[in-house]
């Protein structure tokens, strides 16, 4: 069975810093996928992130980038000029041959 | 407009009501999905279907239904519902990719509450 740990409950930072989430996953499979999504207070689910097990070079979008190592099963996502509608709960991940398993969440307050 | 819709938005039942929320996608897309969303277990994914008339569960199946008898919709049926299936809960579909590792479009959520 696949897991995926968020051990960060909740974070904060300061409008304009960086911040880092951490995740961590466990499986025996070697064709998956990893994604943050991100559910601000109006619920609605949004895909920050997207990274594709077989590539070695980290995904960005923009202010969002991960840092995916594979061999110690990690992924952070990394948050930089953090902005207050950035301010959400947000989830890490996986999915492998149609089972998406997701983290229990962080809880990012952005402080102006 | 490509979206997922689910229906109702928002639900308050009695424990034994049977009741179904809907999900309608139209974006043709192959793989559908339903999860639960709970305080602190982030979510957990009931039941998913790779096409018409396939489904299969997922990690908490248990007091669920589900039929994909059309490929835009797929409805989630509580036969007896109890309360301990009072949640947040999210439809979602995605193209099949070959391998069903696509990204998942989710639907805004029905909140679900069972005295």
């Known amino acids: 069975a696949q897991t995926v740990t968020q051990s960060q409950p909740e974070m904060s930072v300061q409008e304009a810093e960086t911040v880092t989430l951490s995740c961590t996953y466990d499986?025996?499979?070697?064709?998956?996928?990893l994604f943050w999504y991100k559910q601000p207070p109006s619920r609605q689910m949004i895909l920050v992130i997207r990274q594709e097990a077989y590539k070695q070079q980290n995904a960005t979008e923009n202010r969002f980038s991960v840092n995916f190592q594979k061999a110690a099963k990690s992924f952070s996502l990394k948050i930089s000029d953090s902005q207050l509608g950035d301010t959400a709960m947000y989830f890490c991940a996986f999915i492998s041959y149609g089972k998406l398993t997701f983290g229990q969440g962080t809880i990012l307050t952005v402080h102006p | 407009e490509a979206q997922v819709t689910q229906n109702p938005r928002y639900l308050i039942t009695v424990t034994g009501k049977k009741l179904t929320v809907t999900c309608s996608q139209n974006?043709?897309?192959?793989?559908m999905s339903w999860y639960r969303q709970d305080p602190g277990l982030g979510l957990r994914q009931i039941y998913y279907?790779?096409?018409?008339?396939?489904?299969d569960k997922g990690d908490v199946p248990e007091g669920y239904k589900v039929s994909r008898k059309e490929k835009r919709n797929f409805p989630l049926i509580l036969e007896s519902p109890s309360p301990n299936q009072t949640s947040l809960y999210f439809c979602?579909?995605?193209?099949?990719?070959?391998?069903?590792?696509?990204?998942?479009?989710f639907g805004p959520g029905t909140r679900l509450t069972v005295l």
């Open positions: 499986t025996s499979e070697n064709n998956y996928y």
């Open positions: 979602a579909s995605s193209p099949s990719g070959g391998d069903y590792t696509d990204t998942q479009y």
């Open positions: 974006m043709n897309h192959e793989y």
């Open positions: 279907s790779m096409n018409v008339e396939v489904t």
